[in-house]
């Protein structure tokens, strides 16, 4: 139904939903969908782990220890 409102208590299951929704309409193959949700994945993690923290942490900041490393498998 036009009307029908879901909710989530996890991002993931809406990112789930959102590559199912993709594929029955037609607009993409599961596989690219999924493919491109796990790189979406991967660089939200990324991000958050070399350039995201508490706004109370003032101390010099590089960004860890494999933050600049290229990887190719992603």
Request: glycine residues 8%; contains cysteine; aromatic residues 8%.
């Amino acid at each position: 139904p036009p009307n029908n409102v879901r909710t989530y208590t996890r991002l993931s299951r809406a990112a789930g939903d959102m590559v199912e929704a993709r594929m029955l309409e037609g607009i993409h193959f599961r596989s690219s969908d999924v493919r491109a949700r796990d790189q979406g994945e991967y660089v939200a993690k990324w991000a958050a782990k070399c350039f995201l923290r508490p706004l109370d942490d003032h101390d010099d900041f590089d960004g860890g220890g494999d933050c600049n490393d290229d990887d190719d498998d992603h």
